[in-house]
């Protein structure tokens, strides 16, 4: 967008136009930034089970 200036805001000038408008009502539809951001927080929650398993194994 900022490469284009001025014309990347114009209808059929450039891509990036049509990808800004575009994204505008796909980011309503997916929720607020703040759900949007727990959703993306609980999908990166850690996995110790590999971590559990050889800790485990070890102190039998």
Same mark, same amino acid.
């Given at each position: +967008?900022? *490469?284009? #200036? $001025?014309?990347? =805001?114009?209808?059929? /000038?450039?891509? &990036?136009? @049509?990808?800004? %408008?575009? +994204?505008? &009502?796909? %980011?309503?539809? #997916?929720?607020?930034?703040?759900?949007?951001? /727990?959703?993306?927080?609980? #999908? +990166?929650? &850690?996995?110790?089970? $590999? =971590? /559990? @398993?050889? *800790? $485990?194994?070890? @102190?039998?």
């Amino acid at each position: +967008m900022h *490469i284009f #200036g $001025g014309s990347g =805001y114009l209808v059929d /000038e450039t891509p &990036p136009g @049509s990808w800004w %408008r575009d +994204m505008k &009502p796909a %980011r309503v539809g #997916g929720g607020t930034d703040a759900v949007l951001w /727990e959703l993306v927080a609980a #999908g +990166m929650a &850690p996995d110790y089970s $590999g =971590y /559990e @398993s050889v *800790i $485990g194994a070890s @102190s039998a």
